[in-house]
């Protein structure tokens, strides 16, 4: 037995150095010029070696918009009948004693109809109103279900296009008829008339709402000023006056966007609970306790389990999200997502195909019961074998505890209790053999998955009949090694029946030879491959630019070996750095250790193509690239409009409100004196939601200075640390570095002063990476 155990060291030992020796290497891009090379177009598809005329890919754009913006796969089921979306009570006081009880959506609805200062058209083109922040109003006193208080004037961060009676991503779909006796349905007509009525909802109806990629992605604020630019991001809707176009709203990831207050916005927020946690505590076994406390006591106590979940998920900083599922706060900077050139995908790289990220969105983000994956008797009993892990939260319940535990409260099941079952079991997958709430004619499962997929799902009759389980190879040329990573826990969406039959899917099948169950999300990201970043139109560049500052920059940037990582036209190599060496917070990386590690194919960078998977796959991560856990290096482009930087978002610094600072000469901006000047995000952020009109945000130049300045950084990192935040409800406050947001690591620093010759002219060539940097 011995003597086999030293035979197979040495088998992998030897593959290792095997390996070591041809680690797939980064493209060459030579001596690539940003500044005057041209930027390499879009990639338009090529299916069976026919590429796809030019009219018609530009077709596949439009469409991927169109999706983006307004696909749910859906959703709007999981968020109205069981989370209970927009239906939250808001409590009034009245003045002689007593309280009102409104949901809501009734204040939702006469907010967006009160954009163009006239009440009653939000149904016939609302005057023409929009705005990039949705503003709703409260009684004074109001609170959120007797749970927290709700400001009188609520920036939700959310955006409204001209004419329109919803906002971008949240996407009304009509209830059939058959259901309009369905209290839990959202119901216009109850607001339509009085003081501040909407109007009649032409031809009636009730409506389900569902969620797409547009709501946290796109924004009419370009630029970030506070100041709408775009009263449409809707091809062929210009704007009279804006120098951008519709696309330029798209993809650039919603900084404004408060999702915290808009999940809060639930009836039922313990369908959140992967979202919240407790203030201050960052330990795996205080998430455990607390969800331990949440198990015992959601159907005994449920008011304080709601208390305790909806002040968790409030506490989500505006523009950022935490979609890890481990009750612990770790929340990420929207990102933005110009794809073409910056594979892999996400900020762990963990996503090799842009579909497969597309999917994991759908499937997992927008639909917290697919969760189920995660339980005890499911992924959890996988979770096991990595020994030197402890295992995460969803490890103390079984898949049928969790789905129970999601539609306890849901708004269907308070209705009706004979829906407890119906939900539950369509949650677990055993009604109809697909895991999740999403429709089953619009999903299937990735075969081999059976570690997130209950047997007695995955041999449901209907999915053989219907030909549900499907081979991972089917999707894309190197899908047989992405492997699990075509379906994160287990489930794919495919294009809609619907859309089957509008676009005549069938006959692009037969004409091309492509996979019409990947239409959708295939077209999705050939519009992302297809975008660029919008001009930086800003006076500041511009008096840089004439004063040769960029080219002064791009040569510091090489001089100091930034363009190493950062580097081509699209200024990223497409690998990943380990986290031992980038040293940014490590929350991040360490949840999604198991699946880079272990999961996640290896890939070449050159190509963004798998190369290989399985025990093979994972011993060339460890041996030869490398490709272990930690944070890809990042795109560059659009660094003008993304601040704060690093994937915490924890580097910003701003000018101080009421502060007099030349905001045109990047040099004088750059020498600001300290006491001039707020550092860290807690800061800035508390600022904020304290004076919410201010639209105060980390100014790029300056936080640019505090990413690549040792001096300047050290005072962010330390205001990171200081108690700041405001935890709404009570007069306590939290320091950033406490829910991940540090703003630590990428210690490669410039050798300078705030405001000296070679960082001015590095921030002012970062600052023109954009779609043209050299003009």
């Not at 018609?56 to 999981?78: H, I, P």
């Not at 990573?485 to 091309?512: C, F």
């Not at 978002?649 to 040099?667: F, R």
Request: include cysteine; glycine fraction near 10%; aromatic fraction near 10%.
């Amino acid at each position: 037995m011995i003597k086999k155990i030293y035979i197979y060291l040495i088998l992998l030992l030897t593959i290792g150095l095997i390996l070591t020796g041809c680690p797939p290497k980064p493209k060459d891009w030579g001596d690539y010029n940003v500044l005057k090379d041209e930027i390499p177009g879009p990639d338009i598809p090529t299916y069976n070696g026919k590429q796809i005329p030019y009219d018609e890919y530009k077709n596949w754009v439009a469409w991927g918009e169109e999706w983006f913006r307004g696909e749910t796969f859906g959703n709007e089921k999981l968020l109205t009948d069981i989370i209970g979306f927009l239906q939250v009570d808001i409590n009034t006081p009245k003045a002689g004693g007593g309280v009102t009880t409104e949901p809501f959506f009734k204040y939702f609805i006469e907010a967006i109809d009160e954009l163009d200062g006239v009440r009653g058209n939000l149904y016939t083109g609302n005057g023409g109103g929009y705005t990039h922040d949705l503003v709703v109003s409260f009684p004074p006193g109001s609170t959120l279900d007797d749970i927290i208080p709700v400001p009188e004037k609520l920036h939700t961060g959310l955006d409204v296009e001209a004419g329109e009676a919803w906002p971008v991503g949240i996407v009304p779909v009509k209830a059939d008829e058959s259901e309009s006796d369905l209290p839990y349905l959202l119901d216009p007509s109850k607001y339509s008339s009085g003081a501040k009525g909407v109007g009649d909802l032409p031809g009636g109806g009730k409506f389900r709402t569902g969620f797409s990629c547009a709501i946290c992605h796109y924004s009419l604020d370009i630029d970030w000023d506070g100041k709408t630019d775009l009263k449409s991001a809707k091809i062929g809707e210009e704007t009279e006056g804006s120098p951008w176009k519709p696309y330029d709203a798209w993809a650039i990831g919603n900084q404004d966007l408060h999702l915290g207050w808009v999940f809060v916005t639930a009836s039922n927020p313990i369908s959140a609970i992967f979202a919240s946690g407790q203030p201050n505590k960052l330990e795996l076994n205080d998430a455990k306790e607390w969800m331990k406390s949440i198990i015992e006591n959601y159907k005994t106590n449920p008011h304080k389990v709601k208390s305790e979940i909806v002040k968790g998920v409030q506490l989500m900083p505006r523009g950022y999200f935490d979609d890890t599922p481990d009750a612990i706060h770790n929340p990420l900077q929207y990102p933005t997502l110009f794809t073409r050139g910056n594979h892999p995908f996400n900020y762990d790289g963990v996503m090799l195909n842009a579909s497969d990220r597309n999917n994991n969105v759908w499937t997992v983000s927008f639909d917290p019961s697919e969760f189920v994956a995660l339980c005890s008797d499911r992924g959890g009993q996988t979770e096991n074998l990595l020994f030197w892990k402890q295992p995460g939260i969803f490890s103390l319940l079984t898949a049928k505890e969790y789905a129970e535990m999601m539609v306890e409260y849901a708004p269907a099941v308070l209705h009706d209790r004979n829906n407890f079952e119906k939900l539950r079991d369509d949650i677990l997958g055993t009604s109809d053999g697909m895991p999740g709430i999403l429709p089953v004619n619009s999903t299937v499962i990735i075969e081999g998955t059976e570690a997130y997929v209950s047997k007695e799902v995955m041999n449901h009759p209907d999915n053989k009949k219907y030909n549900r389980i499907r081979d991972a190879a089917e999707f894309g040329s190197d899908g047989d090694k992405r492997g699990q990573m075509t379906g994160m826990l287990g489930v794919r969406v495919i294009t809609t029946p619907e859309v089957r039959e509008k676009y005549n899917v069938d006959e692009l099948e037969a004409k091309y030879g492509l996979n019409g169950d990947e239409f959708i999300t295939n077209a999705v990201s050939i519009m992302l491959n297809w975008l660029e970043p919008p001009t930086n139109h800003s006076p500041l560049l511009k008096n840089a630019k004439e004063k040769g500052l960029v080219e002064k920059g791009y040569q510091v940037f090489k001089d100091n070996g930034c363009a190493g990582c950062h580097a081509g036209p699209f200024l990223t190599n497409n690998t990943i750095i380990p986290l031992h060496e980038i040293k940014t917070n490590n929350a991040r990386a360490l949840a999604t250790e198991p699946l880079q590690t272990f999961i996640a194919p290896e890939y070449d960078p050159a190509t963004g193509e798998a190369i290989s998977t399985g025990i093979g796959g994972v011993l060339a991560k460890w041996f030869g690239s490398k490709q272990t856990y930690g944070y890809k290096v990042l795109t560059l482009r659009y660094l003008w409009g993304t601040a704060p930087y690093l994937h915490d978002g924890g580097v910003g610094v701003t000018v101080k409100p009421g502060s007099k600072v030349e905001e045109e000469d990047l040099q004088i901006l750059l020498s600001t004196p300290e006491n001039y000047k707020l550092y860290g995000m807690g800061e800035i952020l508390s600022y904020r939601e304290n004076v919410p009109g201010s639209y105060l945000r980390p100014n790029a130049a300056l936080s640019l200075q505090a990413l690549l300045l040792k001096s300047e950084r050290e005072k962010v990192i330390a205001s990171n640390k200081t108690e700041h935040y405001p935890i709404t409800g009570t007069d306590d406050k939290l320091a950033l570095a406490n829910m991940n947001i540090q703003g630590v690591g990428h210690n490669n620093y410039i050798d300078d002063v705030p405001g000296g010759e070679k960082i001015t002219a590095l921030v002012a060539f970062l600052l023109a990476l954009d779609d043209k940097p050299g003009e």
